[in-house]
């Protein structure tokens, strides 16, 4: 199977989302595709004990896309290898009462990985200049102090919470979080498609929601804030990767192999050594067992 190269998307220059492709050809079958994600997320969840047991960093990996983009999916595939408590997943919905009586990224740092854990955020802290960009009127409910009406909400707005984002991925990245942020790239007719799978698949019919159709007329909409979203927060310390999702187990795969080709780098993430005296006692100790 072809190899890939994590940094093929990786963003580390201004990017134009619609001249990057939403496909993936591996040049194999899928299931040659699902057998080599197999192999990569068994090295993954290995991965996982090793960092567990090293105790000095944490992983976040933050998913976005559009409805569809395969998120809830790629979670339940990239990381069914791992120890269950090495890995928990938040899905982020409409904030509740108690959430809207904070500042916005307070239930994100509540849900942050603790040392040796992975933590992954199913829709972010993203949504915050995504979904209120687009629906501005959403920021009337934050009560914040100068916004007194949709007026108020303007460039000068959003790109002081660029600056607040972006600040709090330095702030947790310099604290021993390492940061991994996945932008599923789907087109719009392989969306059309799955919500049209959706209707059809009686099974599949409680994940279709009217809303989902009056999202999709705001398709462009969506892909502009994306896309500034994107380019004003990939930084070495917490990049965006840009992943093509119109096929699934290709867009896991990927993930699963970025993840565990950059995490392998960190050549001083090692389980601990024994201490000597434990070390030079050990035959004493397994002794000491079976004479029991």
């Known amino acids: 199977m072809n190899k890939i190269n994590h940094e093929d998307f990786r963003v580390s220059q201004s990017i134009e989302l619609s001249k990057i492709p939403t496909t993936y050809d591996f040049d194999e079958s899928e299931k040659k595709v699902k057998k080599e994600l197999e192999e990569v997320r068994e090295k993954l969840g290995k991965f996982q004990d090793t960092i567990y ?3 000095k960093y944490a992983v976040l990996i933050c998913l976005q896309g559009m409805d569809t983009a395969g998120k809830d999916s790629l979670i339940r595939e990239v990381f069914k290898d791992f120890n269950s408590r090495g890995v928990v997943v938040h899905s982020f919905k409409v904030p509740t009462e108690l959430e809207l009586g904070h500042d916005y990224l307070w239930r994100h740092y509540i849900a942050l990985p603790q040392r040796g854990k992975f933590s992954v955020f199913n829709r972010t802290h993203y949504e915050n200049v995504l979904v209120t960009r687009v629906h501005p009127q959403y920021i009337m409910s934050e009560k914040l102090p100068d916004v007194h009406s949709v007026e108020d909400i303007d460039d000068a707005f959003w790109e002081k919470r660029f600056e607040q984002i972006r600040n709090f991925e330095k702030h947790i990245a310099e604290n021993g979080t390492l940061i991994y942020k996945f932008y599923l790239h789907l087109s719009k007719d392989e969306q059309k498609n799955r919500l049209l799978r959706r209707l059809e698949k009686k099974e599949k019919n409680w994940k279709f929601s ?9 398709w462009d909409k969506y892909q502009s804030c994306y896309q500034d979203a994107i380019n004003k927060t990939s930084l070495p310390h917490a990049p965006w990767y840009i992943i093509p999702a119109d ?10 192999k970025t993840l565990y080709d950059t995490l392998k780098e960190y050549d001083d993430i ?3 050594e024994l201490d000597e005296e434990t070390k030079s006692n050990i035959e004493l100790y397994k002794q000491q067992l079976e004479n029991e």
Do not use: C, Q, T
Request: proline share 8%.
């Open 53 to 55: 047991a090293h105790d």
């Open 270 to 272: 090692r389980e601990p």
């Open 247 to 256: 096929n699934k187990p290709a867009a896991r795969y990927i993930v699963a």
């Open 210 to 218: 009217s809303g989902d159709l009056k999202e999709r007329k705001l």
